[in-house]
């Protein structure tokens, strides 16, 4: 039975060739002893700037077997060591009900993507409807029609199309969700064409330039299997009779379906309306609301690494900033999803909008580093409609919008310069790929935000000096951080608490905040079920 030692210390200038003699010093053996060994995680410990270190944790078999094995368990009693044991599958077993309908999945984001590969490699052959576009004519959409000519097409954009959101975000797969299924999920992305090192680092990233092709292969793999997926296929209406869904319209033709797993995401306002009016049981939730700052990434380098910043074997550098009390009765002001050496991107589903996101490449070589800086906003300040979050997104969003002259530029203000209460003028340098416009924050984001910026922007450059400064730049707003609004479910069966056989799942069911905990979320619900029908394919 394989070992796993953790803990092991390289410094900076240590090559990892020699990682096998420190486990084996560790161990007091020889390295002949040590069968195979394979890393298990690598994490950086930049803590103190002048002794920086790689941690790792191995896996080893030993020669000697069991008897080894516990020889070195003693010799370190326990500390650092301990033995693997194999995990049962966690693959369910099928139900004994009879489907009449093949299974419908709206959505091909994360949430949607992965119940689609659970589902049809169990045999159940999903149909899924995406309102957008597969990634190809995705990206002429985007690069082209919007980034060149302005022109936005509100059912093929950054959230919309194959992959969701996900397909053009940072591609980060770092999570603190502790559900088996994690690795599960990171050995999928690598089984499709991820890096391996996405099993071992310990904040693993894709990269937004890897992920479209990474969705397309697995789109075609679920096509190859028996699943279908049918593009610009936009959900109008869900038919209930008798407190079950039982009929889709869609792009204006009624259908029968057998059971819905909704994955709409966090951005589909269009729909969170029709699922109020048909009687789908909607909450309002916690949400963020801030802005996304930017700097050079040379800066976060040498905050990050002190002298050490040019050194080839360190990472791009990122950072995670809390100014604590600073959003008042609203607690923190935080950073959220912090790209190293990436880009500011729209994330907006409608025209008329402005609403800021951040990505990097799988190099993280960009010039610029970005993060959301968010405060959560309580639910109960917008009343009791569920929907009364959303509308408060869209409002500020359009404010931003027409505050740079529908130009889809984003408003932007220099740190040093809001603080001051004065304009930004000169040159703007934004990675924002429509450009930047000179704004003041306080025509486009609500007091609340103004207000805990101008507490939390000095704590923050106490922490980082210059953080504040003329090179930190402000742009808003960051209002899609999370769903404001929740569907309902059980969470024994996973079906709305309103509506049975409907399956909500992922960001825009409220029970998910990022790739791998959306993915997670629609594989538990296929296996949902998995548990309680019979698959269509022996």
């Known amino acids: ?51 920086i270190n790689f941690v790792y944790t191995v896996e080893l078999s030993l020669d000697g077997g069991a008897a080894n094995e516990d020889r ?24 004994n009900i009879p489907l009449t309908e093949r299974p419908l999945i709206v959505g091909f984001g994360p949430a949607g993507m992965f119940a689609a590969l659970r589902l049809v490699e169990m045999g159940y052959c999903p149909i899924v409807l995406e ?28 959230l919309y199309g194959e992959g969701g959101a996900g397909t ?27 890096s391996p090192d996405l099993l071992v680092d310990a904040k693993p990233h894709i990269g937004s330039d890897r992920l479209p092709t990474i969705c397309r292969f697995i789109r075609e793999h679920i096509e190859r299997c028996g699943g279908e997926i049918r593009f610009e296929s936009r959900l109008d209406e869900l038919g209930i009779d008798d407190g079950r869904v039982n009929s889709v319209t869609i792009n204006g033709a009624k259908e029968s379906c057998g059971p819905v797993l909704l994955g709409i995401g966090h951005s589909a306002r269009d729909t969170f309306e029709m699922l109020q009016r048909v009687g789908v049981s909607l909450e309002s939730r916690p ?31 990122d950072y995670q900033l809390v100014a604590k009390g ?50 959560t906003l309580d639910p109960a300040t917008f009343g009791n409609d569920p929907l009364a979050g959303l509308a408060f997104q869209r409002k500020w969003e359009r ?32 990675s924002y790929p429509l450009g930047g416009k000179w704004c003041s924050m306080t025509d486009v984001l609500p007091d609340m935000i103004i207000e805990a910026l101008k507490k939390a922007l000095p704590i923050l450059n106490r922490k980082m000096p210059g953080f504040a400064g003329v090179e930190g730049l402000i742009t808003a707003p960051e209002s899609r ?58």
């Open 287 to 317: 949400f963020q609301f801030g802005v996304r700052i930017e700097h050079p990434q040379s800066m976060v380098n040498r905050w990050q690494y002190g002298e050490s910043a040019e050194h080839s074997r360190l990472p791009t550098a």
């Open 1 to 51: 039975m394989p070992l796993v030692v953790r803990n092991i210390v390289l410094k900076l200038d240590e090559p990892e060739e020699i990682l096998l003699e420190r486990v084996a010093a560790r161990l007091g053996l020889s390295t002949s002893e040590i069968l195979h060994h394979a890393v298990l995680k690598r994490s950086l410990d930049a803590r103190k700037r002048d002794d």
């Open 399 to 430: 404010v931003a919008f027409e505050a740079t002259g529908g130009s889809y530029e984003v408003p932007a203000q220099r740190c040093e310069d809001f603080l001051k209460g004065s304009s930004s003028d000169g040159e703007l340098r934004t």
């Open 72 to 95: 070195c368990i003693h010799r370190r009693h326990g500390r650092g060591i301990e033995r693997i044991i194999p995990k049962s599958t966690n693959l369910p077993d099928p139900g």
């Open 168 to 194: 053009y975000s940072d591609g980060k797969v770092y999570t603190r969700v502790t559900d088996p299924a994690v690795r599960e999920v990171l050995a999928m992305f690598v089984r499709f064409g991820a």
């Open 326 to 375: 600073a959003a008042g009765a609203c607690g923190d002001v935080y950073s959220f999803c912090m790209c190293p050496g990436g880009m500011i991107l729209p994330t907006n589903e409608c025209a008329g909008l402005v609403a800021t996101n951040g990505a990097s490449r799988a190099s993280r070589g960009g010039e610029f580093a970005n993060s959301g800086f968010v405060m």
């Open 481 to 538: 951080a999370s769903a404001p609004v929740r569907i309902a479910r059980d969470h024994l069966t996973r079906q709305s608490v309103a509506v049975q056989n409907l399956y909500p799942i992922g960001e825009g069911a409220g029970y998910a905040g990022g790739i791998v905990s959306a993915a997670i979320d629609g594989i538990r619900s296929a296996d949902a079920i998995i548990k309680r029908f019979q698959p269509l394919q022996s």
């Open 131 to 158: 309102r957008g576009k597969p990634v190809r004519s995705r990206h002429k959409d985007i690069m082209q029609t919007f980034y060149r000519e302005r022109q936005f097409n509100p059912e093929s954009n950054l």
